[in-house]
């Protein structure tokens, strides 16, 4: 689950980055990845890589000698020598400086783990099709996508993830948590799930399989419904709805509803785009807010499409991010109805910032306010209609929200 603004430009030192960030673990002022002061590292950047330098504090100058004492002593003294890798201590120490700011959002991958995150992003990855989170310190399922193994087995947002295999997830960060469930299609990976109402804990095997996750799917529903469901804000998502709402609109559709339930994010600048095929030109969207900057207002485009067609959107507790920009945007422009249940509540931007050696930085970089200036976060969207799934409903496979989004059209 996430918001992301696009890569950044690919850094060409990357082990520049690796030394400012053990700078930056250790007490040193930093003003730009990539700029800092290297009187005691003894290394040569090239001066346009040199945009501004800080000038040390001597009383910080120790901080780093520890780490490097510590290092030496490894080195010299740790009982296996062969497991001294010291790409793998390098990561470890930005991975733990990373860590200690206790955002779930902010992340460093290695180069194996930023191939993956991408294909997640592209749509197609092997693993059991769950968005995952750290909430309250806890592994936590957002959503089990669409028709995935996830679904499958009976996996509910809001479960806990105790264990992985046998492992507990505690001794886990986000990333490390998200690859152990991951595998290849036809293997098996066992949980062991927490859920509120249930005394003890329970573990679900799942066979995992090829996620090729649908960006956007169409249902034509009785009475000239159209049922418009986004999966995830991701490349695909922008061409697909277009091309859905296009066809749409030729057979004058008596009202819309678009499904946001179960998505947790993905592309800003596509949750900008969708807005602007459902809301009038250079409307407030969303405004940013990055540190030291002035606020940046993102408005709707010229590409209105569905201006005049009655609308719900469906949320509920899985719909995150991007899902959120866009029912708030709906909501405070009074578009449309929201239906359904309290959204999951984020609302920062990450950006992505890939290195030379492959290994990614996923960093928080902004908070966002819906058009009325509503600060989301750990609040979430509350529906203009509340309309819950209850147990019954599910073990009747029966969609209460989907059919109060039909009722509602149907009596305008």
């Not at 296009?246 to 807005?275: H, T």
Request: hydrophobic residues 40%.
């Amino acid at each position: 689950m996430s918001l992301n603004f696009r890569n950044k430009k690919q850094h060409n030192y990357f082990l520049y980055f690796l030394i400012a960030i053990l700078s930056f673990i250790l007490g040193w002022q930093l003003t730009n990845i990539g700029v800092l002061s290297l009187s005691e590292a003894k290394i040569a950047i090239p001066s346009e890589e040199i945009e501004s330098v800080d000038i040390l504090k001597k009383d910080n100058i120790s901080d780093m000698k520890l780490f490097w004492t510590i290092w030496d002593e490894l080195e010299k003294k740790y009982v296996d020598k062969e497991v001294l890798e010291n790409e793998e201590m390098i990561y470890g120490a930005i991975r733990g400086m990373v860590d200690a700011l206790q955002d779930p959002y902010t992340v460093f991958m290695t180069p194996e783990e930023s191939e993956n995150f991408a294909l997640s992003l592209d749509g197609k990855l092997e693993g059991i099709g769950a968005e995952l989170t750290i909430k309250k310190e806890e592994l936590t399922i957002v959503t089990p996508l669409r028709k995935s193994p996830a679904e499958k087995s009976g996996l509910l947002p809001g479960d806990i993830v105790y264990k992985i295999d046998g492992k507990l997830t505690t001794d886990m960060n986000l990333i490390h948590a998200i690859m152990s469930i991951r595998g290849e299609k036809g293997t098996t990976v066992t949980l062991t799930i927490i859920r509120e109402g249930l005394d003890n804990p329970f573990d679900v095997s799942i066979v995992r399989d090829t996620i090729d996750i649908e960006s956007v799917t169409v249902e034509k529903l009785d009475n000239k419904i159209v049922y418009l469901s986004v999966n995830q804000f991701n490349d695909k998502t922008n061409e697909e709805f277009r091309r859905a709402i296009s066809e749409m609109l030729l057979k004058e559709p008596r009202g819309v509803i678009i499904d946001l339930r179960f998505n947790g994010g993905g592309y800003l600048d596509i949750a900008v785009e969708l807005s602007s095929y459902l809301l009038p030109s250079d409307l407030t969207v969303v405004s940013i807010f990055e540190r030291g900057k002035k606020e940046q207002v993102l408005n709707t485009n010229n590409n209105v499409k569905l201006l005049n067609v009655p609308l719900v959107v469906l949320v509920n507790s899985s719909s995150a991010s991007a899902s959120e920009i866009v029912a708030g945007a709906i909501q405070d422009h009074s578009r449309g109805i929201i239906i359904g249940e309290n959204t999951f509540g984020k609302g920062t931007v990450q950006e992505l910032e890939n290195f030379a050696d492959g290994s990614s930085l996923r960093l928080t970089i902004a908070r966002w306010f819906t058009p009325s200036g509503r600060d989301i976060d750990e609040v979430g969207i509350t529906p203009d209609i509340i309309v819950k799934i209850t147990d019954e409903d599910r073990e009747n496979e029966f969609d209460s929200q989907k059919n109060a989004a039909i009722e509602y059209l149907l009596g305008r």
